[in-house]
C-alpha cells in the first residue's frame, strides 16, 4: 500500500487567509487527485494533477505536483467560509486510496 | 444524470437485524465502489465491482456482503452487524477501473448498529 500523507492535520483561519495543505508520500505517483468533502456528503472530486512540476488553478485553489511526483500541495487564497471541510488526497489510479486528510475550518 | 443515488440516508438497525444499503447511478459507468467511514477518519475501501463482477474484496467481515445486480446498480447487505461497524457507508462508481479515473460520489449512508 502506497502511504499518502497529509499535512497539517487540522487548520483553522480566519476569513480571508491563505493557506498551503499539503500530501506527501515516498512513492511515485502516475497521477494524485485532490478531493474535498463537506459535512453530511461524499467527497467531490478538485482535480486530477498528473504531469510532474504541474500546477492547475481553480479560482482561489492553486494545486502543484512536485516534480518527482512524490508530493502534492494545495494553496487556497483569501480563503471563505465556504472552503471549510476535509481536504484529501488520493493516489490517482483505481481503487482509490486516501491519505488522511486536513480538515479545514474557515471562520467568518 | 451525472449523480450517484444512495439510499437510505440514515439507518438505525440492532445486531440481529438484516437491512441493505442501495446505490444507483446512470452515468454508464462500469465500476463501482463502497467505502467505509468512521467520524474524523478518510474513507476506506471495502470493495470494488468492474463489469458487475467482484473484484476486490479488502478483507470485510462476511456480515458485510455486497451484490451487484445490474451495471448501474450496487448493494450492500447487512447482517448481524457490531455497534463499531456504524459509520458512514459511502458508494462511488467510475467509468471502469483503468487509468486515473474520476470518482464520483454518493452522498452516503449513514448506518448506527445499537
Known amino acids: 500500500t502506497q502511504l499518502l500523507e497529509q499535512s497539517p492535520q487540522f487548520l483553522s483561519i480566519q476569513e480571508g487567509e491563505n493557506l498551503t495543505v499539503y500530501c506527501n508520500s515516498s512513492s511515485v505517483f502516475s497521477s494524485l487527485q485532490w478531493y474535498r468533502q463537506e459535512p453530511g456528503e461524499g467527497p467531490v472530486l478538485l482535480v486530477t494533477?498528473?504531469?510532474?512540476?504541474e500546477v492547475k488553478k481553480l479560482k482561489r485553489l492553486t494545486f502543484q505536483f512536485g516534480d518527482a511526483r512524490k508530493d502534492s500541495s494545495l494553496h487556497i487564497t483569501a480563503a471563505q467560509p465556504g472552503d471549510t471541510g476535509l481536504y484529501l488526497c488520493?493516489?490517482?489510479?483505481?481503487?482509490?486510496?486516501f491519505g488522511k486528510g486536513t480538515r479545514l475550518s474557515v471562520i467568518a | 444524470d451525472t449523480e450517484v443515488t444512495q439510499t437510505p440516508k440514515h439507518l438505525v438497525m440492532g445486531m440481529t437485524n438484516k437491512k441493505s444499503l442501495k446505490c444507483e447511478q446512470h452515468m454508464g459507468h462500469r465500476a463501482m465502489y463502497w467505502y467505509k467511514q468512521k467520524a474524523k477518519k478518510p474513507p476506506e475501501l471495502m470493495f470494488v465491482y468492474s463489469y458487475e463482477k467482484l473484484s476486490i474484496n479488502e478483507s470485510v467481515p462476511s456480515r458485510f456482503s455486497p451484490e451487484c445486480p445490474n451495471s448501474s446498480l450496487l448493494n450492500l447487505h447487512l447482517h448481524a452487524l457490531q455497534p463499531e461497524d456504524s459509520a458512514l457507508y459511502l458508494c462511488a462508481s467510475s467509468q471502469d477501473r483503468s487509468g486515473a479515473n474520476v470518482l464520483t460520489f454518493g452522498a452516503g449512508s449513514r448506518l448506527t448498529v445499537l
Open positions: 494533477v498528473v504531469t510532474g512540476g
Open positions: 488520493a493516489k490517482g489510479n483505481t481503487p482509490l486510496v
